[in-house]
Nanobody
């Protein structure tokens, strides 16, 4: 069965750091591009960071650029989000998404994790 399991969230003071992990199983991880999203209650889910299937071609939401780093380890079937200099506005549930990039499609196969809570206090 396909699984994406996020971990590493928690409560941290503003200016602190966290590293989120998303462990994948049940599919060919090396063929999938990865994206971290976050969501606050009452707001739309927001793209935070993404990379291609090899871990390159990274993209970041403007507010996290220079503070967050996405990395993908195909040997470990895991994608990470290193978050530094955290701000209260980073508080959200963070989700990882895996999207099949082995072929071109308008709606490629994708999988979601269950999310991990990040809370940043001032």
């Amino acid at each position: 069965q396909v699984q994406l399991v996020e971990s590493g969230g928690g409560l941290v003071q503003a200016g602190g750091s966290l590293r989120l992990s998303c462990a994948a199983s049940g599919f060919t991880f090396s063929n999938y591009a990865m994206t971290w999203y976050r969501q606050v209650p009452g707001k739309e889910r927001e793209l935070v960071a993404s990379c291609d299937s090899a871990g390159g071609s990274t993209n970041y939401e403007d507010s996290v650029k220079g503070r967050f780093t996405i990395s993908k380890d195909n040997a470990k079937n895991t994608v990470y989000l290193q978050m530094n200099n955290l701000k209260p506005e980073d508080t959200a549930v963070y989700y990882c998404n895996a999207r099949d990039s082995s072929y071109v499609s308008m709606n490629p196969r994708s999988y979601w994790g269950q999310g991990t809570q990040v809370t940043v206090s001032s």
